[in-house]
């Protein structure tokens, strides 16, 4: 029996996994496989679980629904590239959360639309930001909706989502749908070829199903796009000095799981407790070795970021 790479279509054999990971909370078991043809790798059951996002199972969830301002370094690179150049464009953010991301397009002068299927952080969208066209809907749901509303889009935002969808031709195929002529796809995925990767997944389930489905490498992330007849360009995702430290305090707090390790990412960044700031002033001197290390091209980005228009 064989298994079929979702990006693709390569037939790979049943038997021939490269690692098994247990998600005790539904005590399911999955299936990392690795497709030799474009170099996906990839788990099954292909299953998406909606309630592990609203339960806020993941701390970052929770945050979402607080409403707050969570801008990471892919949405920074966007909207630095944008200034100016936004007015009269009609953007769709998919995996809004929040809303936070689309809040700052706004300013910019995007004409600004999302999508979750996170009931609770759409409810933060419209409740915290005031934002309008906010949808608390699938892709597909909301590809109908546009079809009878007529909607089509300049840009198509998609950050850290790919990775979790169970059919991630079907989801390339759809966006298309929504693009205008001349329309551009952005967005970010992590890069499974990462410095320190298997380090970073220890003791977190975030990287794994049903969070995560597929890990990409910049060859199999060109490689999607190319197969659904895109051109596209995969760059190094650029990582801020705050959102290093913020990485480390991630790792720490969860080992720990003691509160002062618990950093926002918010723009009130530094406004944390005394005993916080005495943290990162600790931490500070290691976080810059690491960080000069990390941003010297030694060694692989932790994220990739790609720009694709249709061919």
Same mark, same amino acid.
């Given at each position: 029996m064989s298994i079929i790479c979702p990006s693709c279509g390569n037939e790979i054999r049943e038997d021939h996994f490269k690692r098994k990971y247990l998600y005790k909370t539904l005590n399911k078991e999955y299936k990392l496989y690795?497709?030799?043809k474009c170099d996906l790798e990839f788990w099954t059951p292909l299953e998406f679980v909606k309630e592990i996002y609203e339960n806020e199972e993941e701390w970052y969830c929770e945050g979402f629904h607080q409403g707050v301002i969570e801008l990471t370094d892919d949405h920074l690179m966007f909207l630095s590239s944008y200034e100016g150049k936004a007015d009269g464009l009609k953007l769709l953010d998919i995996g809004c959360g929040n809303g936070s991301f689309i809040y700052k397009a706004k300013e910019l002068g995007f004409d600004v639309y999302g999508i979750d299927v996170d009931s609770k952080s759409i409810q933060a969208a419209s409740e915290k930001f005031g934002l309008k066209n906010v949808y608390n809907m699938s892709l597909d749901e909301f590809v109908e909706y546009a079809k009878?509303?007529?909607?089509k889009f300049d840009v198509i935002t998609f950050f850290q989502v790919l990775e979790h969808q169970t059919d991630p031709k079907g989801f390339i195929q759809k966006v298309k749908e929504l693009l205008n002529p001349?329309?551009?796809v952005v967005g970010s995925v992590p890069n499974r070829d990462r410095l320190f990767v298997e380090f970073s997944r220890s003791g977190r389930t975030y990287d794994f199903p049903p969070h995560h489905f597929m890990w990409f490498s910049k060859k199999a992330l060109e490689n999607i796009f190319l197969i659904n007849s895109f051109k596209v360009k995969v760059s190094k995702m650029k990582i801020s000095f705050k959102r290093f430290i913020?990485?480390?305090?991630?790792?720490?707090y969860d080992?720990?799981?003691l509160g002062i390790f618990k950093l926002s990412v918010s723009e009130? +960044?530094?406004s944390n407790s005394i005993i916080q700031n005495v943290l990162i002033l600790v931490f500070s001197p290691i976080a810059l070795?690491? +960080?000069?290390?990390?941003?010297?091209?030694?060694f692989e980005p932790y994220g990739l970021y790609f720009e694709a228009s249709s061919e």
């Open positions: 690795h497709c030799d009878k509303e007529g909607l001349g329309g551009k913020k990485f480390i305090f991630d790792l720490l080992r720990t799981k009130r +960044f530094f070795i690491s +960080f000069g290390i990390h941003t010297s091209g030694l």
